[in-house]
Every structure is written in C-alpha cells, then in structure tokens.
C-alpha cells in the first residue's frame, strides 16, 4: 500500500531536549515536505526537499532543521525545542507528474 | 500561487450530492486547481486535481468553468463520513508548493 508514515504519533518533551520525527514514503517520489498546523493558521510549510541532499526553507523554517540522505526519508530535527513549536506536524510527499501531495497521518508535539 | 475564496462552512443531507464552490479569478492558463479535504486532524488527503476539463475520480468531480474563474466539486452521494474541511488550491504552474487558506468545513448531517 503507498503510504507515508511517521514516528513517533505523539511525543512529549521538555524545553531544549533534541528531538526527531521521522518521515519515509514508499512512492519513489523525490519531492518532500513538512508542515505544521495550528489553530487559526492553518498549515503551513517548514521545509521541502526536491531530491536526496537538496533541501530548502518553506514558510516557517526557524528552529527546524532536516536532512534528506536516501529518497524515501525525510527527518524533522528539532535541535532546542521550544513551548511555541507545539503543534501538529505533517510529512508529505508528492508525485512528480501530477503533483498531488500525500500526507501522513501526523505527529502531535507538546513541548513543556 | 492563484488566490481562492471558499464559503467558510457548508451543510449537506446524508445521500445527497455536496457542490464545494471556490473562485480563483486570478488563476493563470497552465495552473492546475487542486482539492484536498482534512478530516479532522488527519493528514490532509489528496481528491483531485484539473486544469480546465471535468475530471472524475473515485473520490469525487471537478467542473471547471469555461473561462477557469471557478470550479465546483461534487461528491455525488455524501456520507457521513465525508465530513471534514476542503481545501481549494492554485499552485503557481510548475509550483511544488501549496498554500492552505481555511477552506470549507462541509458538515453532512443525517
């Protein structure tokens, strides 16, 4: 089944505790991404990745960092997290040709 | 990307046909319009796309008027669980990027 999965669903954590979220698809797709979602802002990009080791800065990059090292993983890295990046995280990855994205299910953050 | 406006809530009978509305005047020749629907705190999911035909999936259809201002889509017989917020989106042709605004939150009520 194509899907795109992410671990952990839910997560817990204390303020500068480095965290990952990890993200893989088994689409083939070169295109990545990462979102977060918050009440009243709606979704909104973090970081993308056009292909392995091509990564770039979506709409709210600060505080995150990424690496894309083989095509189908994209992990979100929090190096010092913070109360204000609780949220709810999404990867996606999207089809070349008809550049529909897929989303995960979703990871929900609660930085203490 | 093409700006679209969606009624911000719609209701729709159990077993009828939901018609989504956006408008996206602005939207350019080779632009594609994109539906995607969020039910509840789920990943966002992917119906369908088109640039200026009807399209018909297993999910839904898109008419796109003839001069691509505005597009409808249709779920032919809504069900419960079709309730969830749709989005309408016009990524810039060639654009990789989508940009969420706060869609239509379609309630099917029983």
């Known amino acids: 089944e194509a899907q795109v999965t992410q671990n952990p669903r839910y997560l817990i954590t204390v303020t500068g505790k480095k965290l990952t979220v990890t993200c893989s698809q088994n689409m083939n797709h070169e295109y990545m991404s990462w979102y977060r979602q918050d009440p009243g802002l709606g979704l909104r990009q973090i970081y993308y990745s056009m292909n392995v080791e091509v990564t770039d800065k979506g709409d709210v990059p600060e505080g995150y960092k990424v690496s894309r090292k083989e095509k189908r993983n994209f992990p979100l890295i929090l190096e010092s997290p913070s109360p204000n990046q609780t949220s709810l995280y999404f990867c996606a990855s999207t089809d070349y040709q008809t550049r529909a994205q897929y989303f995960g299910p979703g990871t929900r953050l609660l930085v203490l | 990307d093409a700006k679209t406006t969606q009624p911000p809530s719609m209701d729709c009978a159990e077993g009828r046909a939901a018609n989504l509305p956006c408008n996206h005047s602005?939207?350019?020749?080779?632009?594609?319009v994109y539906w995607y629907r969020q039910i509840h705190s789920q990943g966002p999911q992917y119906i369908i796309h088109g640039l200026k035909n009807n399209e018909t999936n297993e999910m839904a259809s898109l008419i796109i008027t003839e001069d691509r201002k505005s597009s409808t889509l249709i779920l032919p017989h809504a069900t419960l669980r079709d309730t969830a917020v749709y989005y309408c989106i016009a990524p810039g042709a060639g654009s990789y990027q989508l940009t969420f605004g706060k869609g239509t939150k379609l309630s099917v009520i029983p």
């Open positions: 602005t939207i350019s020749g080779n632009e594609y």
